[in-house]
């Protein structure tokens, strides 16, 4: 395979970001201790773009540099959503134990030995 630049053309919307195991955990603790009929917040609190978190995965899985990002990632005015996590952390008990580096690698070796 040869080994190109990555190029990062956009970053609309802004998502707030989980790993995929911590989304698990968080809906099953919503099912089993949460209560009927109230809303939990599931997610990062923690607003990244789309072109930071391409950033911190090509540094994060291969060191490279990316290419210069397009004016429209920069754009604050993107919309995003980045929920309240404090009722689902503080009622019942939850953290968010993987942080977005942990994620990247994880996602990353799972997707190179094929699960």
Not at 42 to 48: A, N, Q
Not at 65 to 85: C, D, I, Q
Not at 90 to 112: F, G, R
């Amino acid at each position: 395979m040869k080994r190109q630049p990555i190029q990062v053309k956009d970053s609309f919307p802004n998502p707030s970001n989980l790993y995929a195991v911590d989304l698990a955990i968080w809906l099953w603790t919503i099912l089993f201790k949460g209560e009927v009929c109230h809303p939990y917040h599931v997610g990062s609190d923690r607003k990244i773009t789309i072109a930071d978190l391409e950033h911190t995965a090509a540094n994060t899985i291969s060191g490279r540099a990316l290419a210069p990002v397009s004016a429209r990632s920069t754009n604050s005015a993107s919309p995003s959503y980045v929920p309240s996590t404090l009722r689902i952390m503080s009622e019942l008990e939850i953290e968010l134990p993987i942080n977005l580096v942990q994620a990247i690698i994880k996602t990353h070796n799972d997707y190179k030995a094929g699960i």
